[in-house]
């Protein structure tokens, strides 16, 4: 009976234009388009800053040896005459200066006062500044040390008297990988979400609108048939969906990466290959079959399309929870975190794509998810067995 149940709602979900909209297209087109989209306009953007040629003018009331000769033989720097500029901090604000750089001294010490405008979240236009005041101050410490009587041979060690030489063990693959799933489960899942959004409206709400609901519930079919038929499907939408966002990115890099050749991408795909988008499929089944069951449930209160929407968008932010924690990098697959749906298959599919997967946290992951499934869809059928919750005007 599940069967036939399951099969008679893909039908009908299948006939729906939107729904193989949401399901299909959209991930297919929209993920590769915002990754590689967005990526190569931010990269633009920070290469245009790189090279923009910014202006400063110099106030020097006692001379910094080296500074004006520095600043002038930047070539990404324009010095603008002070006795051209009224107020420094006003020209600032206007966009006609990019820098106001002034000199003093205090003893032995030398101030640099640089006053300067910059909302960029990227590299600061301050960096180019530093480095040359950064050399100028190594510069100065030399020859101070000179001065004194040090050696030439030793004023390296003076300057940097401890160096560092980082040795990171971890593998190229384990820096993809946990640079990969810092965003890839959370695109899956909220495509996944979107999915189960949008047909669980449709199978339930929707039906209970059309008024066929409930003609399918007075009928010879148990109800924890028709529950578990309708939550199959949705769940099988929603795995489609996260599939298809993953393959999709899959193959838009794959394609990328032949046409430039880059080096880059080909480490990407080395990561990042259809056997671990296969793999992928499985490990984030669980949340498919999650997200699917509490949007249904939501979905059965509702007695109209519009209101299941409504419901679900204020569940959708309950969702963020875990998958913020995950993006923060802070968090590590173990077994409190296992037991956690959604945090816990996001945290494995990082693991996967690290290499680093122990497949011990498998069954934690099943079973908990299983379990909370298993416990909404109860839910489910003691709400349908409810005609005050089905009927509710």
Request: aromatic content about 8%; proline content about 3%; hydrophobic content about 50%.
């Amino acid at each position: 009976m599940i069967g036939t149940l399951f099969f008679k709602e893909l039908r009908e979900m299948l006939r729906d234009r939107k729904h193989l909209l949401v399901t299909i297209l959209l991930p297919i087109l929209v993920t590769p388009l915002m990754m590689f989209g967005v990526g190569a306009l931010q990269a633009s953007a920070q290469q245009e800053r790189d090279q923009e040629v910014l202006r400063y003018t110099l106030i020097e009331n006692i001379t910094l040896p080296g500074l004006r000769d520095q600043l002038a033989e930047n070539p990404r720097l324009d010095e603008v005459a002070l006795e051209t500029i009224g107020n420094t901090q006003e020209a600032i604000t206007q966009g006609e200066l990019d820098f106001a750089i002034q000199i003093s001294r205090d003893n032995d010490q030398y101030q640099v006062d640089v006053d300067y405008k910059d909302t960029a979240i990227g590299q600061s236009k301050l960096a180019r500044i530093r480095a040359i005041l950064d050399t100028l101050a190594d510069d100065i410490i030399a020859d101070r040390l000179n001065h004194i009587g040090v050696e030439q041979n030793k004023v390296d060690a003076f300057l940097a008297p401890i160096v560092l030489r980082d040795n990171n063990l971890a593998s190229r693959q384990e820096n993809i990988g946990q640079a990969l799933g810092s965003f890839l489960p959370f695109l899956i899942v909220i495509w996944m979400i979107s999915s189960a959004i949008a047909i669980s409206s449709d199978l339930v709400a929707g039906e209970k609108e059309r008024g066929t609901l409930e003609t399918l519930i007075i009928s010879p079919v148990p109800l924890m048939d028709m529950v578990v038929g309708k939550w199959l499907v949705i769940t099988l939408a929603a795995w489609f969906a996260g599939m298809l966002t993953l393959v999709s990115l899959w193959g838009a890099t794959a394609v990328i990466g032949l046409v430039i050749n880059n080096s880059d991408f080909n480490e990407l795909l080395s990561v990042f290959s259809f056997l671990t988008v296969m793999v992928a499929a499985v490990v984030m089944a669980p949340t498919a079959g999650f997200v699917s069951a509490v949007f249904f449930v939501s979905a059965s209160f509702a007695q109209s399309f519009k209101e299941a929407q409504s419901y679900a968008s204020g569940l959708m932010l309950l969702f963020f929870i875990p998958m913020f924690a995950t993006i923060s990098g802070a968090l590590e697959l173990s077994g409190p975190t296992s037991l956690v749906p959604i945090m816990n298959t996001s945290l494995a599919f990082t693991e996967l794509l690290k290499g680093t997967l122990a497949f011990g946290y498998v069954i934690p992951i099943v079973v908990s998810n299983a379990l909370v499934i298993f416990a909404v869809l109860v839910g489910a059928v003691a709400l349908y067995r409810s005609e005050r919750v089905l009927a509710r005007q």
